[in-house]
């Protein structure tokens, strides 16, 4: 009688700290966002696609130089250019395959130019992998959204989220 009595208040304590788990969770602020109707606030300096900037004329701070392609680990940018009049590079081509690209940040950090920045654009998937790779136009577009400044080498860009 004494050992049922005893499995009996084990239980009970057993299910009294298993309920009591659940309603310290219960009143818990809550954690999870119901994405897509609600988005987390996403700090500067997330790394989402990198985006070409605009300086305040609009016109692409890219000089052509090459060094975010050659820094990049997986080679998903491809720069083409031509020598204007003034022998300076002129910038023909943009492309960064987001396929492929690994959000590492190191082209933004090799660019002297702050030409480049990690934006807080993700949500990328597309049925069609052409879709995904990201010319020169496209890739101004989003960077001409910039509402912070560059921060931890990433900007907002703000706004619906962008394809
Ligand atoms: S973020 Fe990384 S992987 Fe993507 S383009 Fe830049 S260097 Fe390449
Ligand atoms: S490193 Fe900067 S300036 Fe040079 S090609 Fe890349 S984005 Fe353009």
Redesign the pocket.
């Known amino acids: 009688m004494l050992r049922y009595l005893r499995e009996v208040a084990s239980t009970l304590k057993g299910a009294a700290i298993g309920m009591g788990v659940t309603f310290k969770n219960m009143v818990r602020p809550t954690v999870t966002v119901q994405y897509p109707e609600e988005r987390l606030d996403l700090p500067v300096g997330f790394?989402g696609l990198?985006v070409l900037l605009s300086d305040v004329d609009g016109n692409l701070k890219c000089v052509a130089c090459e060094l975010?392609?050659k820094?990049?680990?997986?080679?998903?940018?491809e720069i083409q250019s031509h020598r204007g009049p003034s022998r300076a590079k002129v910038l023909d081509a943009f492309n960064?395959?987001?396929t492929?690209?690994?959000?590492?940040?190191?082209?933004?950090?090799?660019c002297p130019f702050d030409a480049?920045a990690?934006s807080d654009v993700y949500e990328l998937a597309d049925v069609d992998l052409a879709n995904l790779v990201y010319d020169k136009e496209r890739l101004a577009e989003i960077g001409r959204r910039q509402v912070t400044a560059t921060i931890n080498f990433g900007i907002k860009t703000g706004g619906e989220p962008t394809r």
Do not use: Q, T
Request: charged share 10%.
């Open positions: 790394r990198p975010c392609a820094a990049c680990p997986v080679n998903c940018i960064i395959d987001a492929w690209c690994m959000y590492c940040g190191l082209c933004v950090e090799a480049l990690m």
